[in-house]
């Protein structure tokens, strides 16, 4: 088959890994890691989450972080916002794009954000028409497209009506989550399927759960329907919400590492990569669950 | 594209799970544990090695445990042989079909079996005539098909001409082995376009390990190939003896977690799958590294 020469990963483990690690990182370690993560060719990374650190502690310190940071000028840094008042936070911070979140099931929307589907798109609406005012690009994440944790399969009309009123209020990157690591290739094969007919695959970023080790299967899958934008997270950092003690994000490095072993560039450089692991795995002062990473543990 | 509607998992965890394993496990649980398999539908045992017990003392007891099964008539039982004399002790075990090895690189060869490839030939040929005069069918495994611990990278051609020859002798199937898992699915795809010209797609079996993580990915495209018979141990059991504390073989559960997910039959049935896997974790003391024995660790 033909695949792709090239392919962008988006490093989201400093907000969707460490939201999900029970132990709060320190924020200068937070700060020495994006910094290292932004000298390994990653072009761009989700630096943390304006939300109330009521819900998320871990990222409390997100103003913290984004000013505390060195900017690489070739790195987009983003924040994801829940609201008006996240927004304005990130504004603030000027971070370079934000990115705005829903279900794909009424559900784990009513779960995760504490509104009803109906409710949650006119604060969307708002905070994507007033980021776009403010010269940022907005991303937008559905989560809960392969499947739900409380209702089990999700119709496809059912999560594209999701994105197609995301993508009707200004996104520019509709990011499709598998929030709970349930999709199969063929999964993926059916819904993009579908989904490509709708969209620009360029505008279509994947992102997908290792909890039952299908990630790089369903990459790959997608890599045939020439999706080439996939959200990682560094050593798989972050588990599971939903299965304690499973894996997380698919991990940036046994992404990298498949796709440096396909010929097929990333722009990434993977010892690099492993060192900016290590300064969040000896911060955690436990064994990140990427293979990698259990190679790379066992070595020593 | 086109799926197959139903795969052949052959279960290779009692013995190349095993005799990777440091501890030894009792005769009373192998047993135990070979009978459970024997019930959860799997079509296919590697039960155990008759290999000299000085080299593989984990699989010491070779004919105690092959004596000491229930046989399920619905069930293959095989067992690797490495000689002569192997062959000699698996026979009087009765066996239903034996296996023969031997790696594609010059120095994996050398160094797992002490012999040249060409000096392993007709050792093999023997063997391999031997058994089929005495009735029984004979699988062939080539190690290092798609990378070797001490060469690298391995032609193609160099891992053909094995293959040839173990036909040439008359072994039923083939099944190639990603001894260290460095196979990424691109790899996979351009040496089964190649295979699968001298070779009917029936007799080709896949031997994963999952290393790097890629073991599913790669299974994925093989099956794109019309690929349906896979080699795979319960709860990744194993591990990988160059890695130590890496993944070992392609974990049965996951496999047929996925391919349930696909609607993809193997005539397994997944709670009887893990009820085995607790026998052989709860004798190893310590968790099977697969994700769903990750997540039913997590669980409890």
Redesign the interface.
């Known amino acids: 088959?033909k695949?792709p020469e090239k392919i962008i990963i988006k490093e989201v483990g400093p907000r969707d890994g460490l939201q999900n690690e029970k132990r709060i990182v320190p924020t200068d370690v937070k700060i020495d890691w994006i910094n290292a993560l932004s000298n390994t060719g990653l072009s761009y990374i989700e630096a943390t989450s304006f939300v109330n650190p009521k819900w998320i502690p871990q990222l409390g310190d997100a103003m913290e972080v984004v000013k505390g940071i060195e900017r690489n000028p070739d790195v987009t840094y983003a924040a994801l916002v829940p609201n008006k008042r996240g927004l304005e936070s990130a504004l603030e911070a000027n971070i370079d794009e934000v990115s705005v979140f829903m279900s794909a099931s009424e559900s784990h929307n009513q779960n995760n954000i504490n509104k009803s589907i109906a409710d949650t798109y006119p604060v969307l609406r708002e905070v994507i028409e007033e980021a776009i005012r403010n010269g940022k690009t907005v991303r937008g994440y559905v989560s809960t497209v392969f499947g739900c944790p409380y209702e089990g399969d999700v119709p496809f009309e059912q999560a594209l009506r999701v994105c197609d009123q995301l993508f009707d209020y200004g996104i520019h990157e509709l990011s499709l989550g598998d929030t709970i690591g349930?999709a199969?290739?063929?999964?993926v094969?059916q819904f993009l399927e579908v989904a490509l007919k709708r969209y620009d695959k360029s505008k279509v970023a994947l992102h997908f759960h290792?909890?039952?080790?299908?990630a790089?299967?369903n990459?790959?899958?997608s890599l045939e329907y020439g999706i080439v934008t996939f959200d990682a997270s560094l050593g798989g950092l972050g588990g599971c919400p939903y299965?304690?003690?499973?894996?997380g994000n698919v991990?940036t490095d046994?992404l990298v590492?498949?796709l440096d072993?396909?010929?097929i560039e990333t722009g990434i450089d993977a010892e690099k990569l492993m060192q900016a692991s290590l300064i969040i795995q000896n911060s955690l002062q436990t064994p990140l669950p990427?293979?990698?990473m259990?190679?790379f543990?066992?070595?020593k």
């Open positions: 088959m695949w349930v199969s290739p063929m999964q094969e290792d909890t039952r080790g299908m790089l299967a990459i790959v899958k299965a304690p003690g499973a894996s991990a046994d590492h498949m072993k396909m010929g990427s293979h990698q259990a190679v543990n066992a070595s």
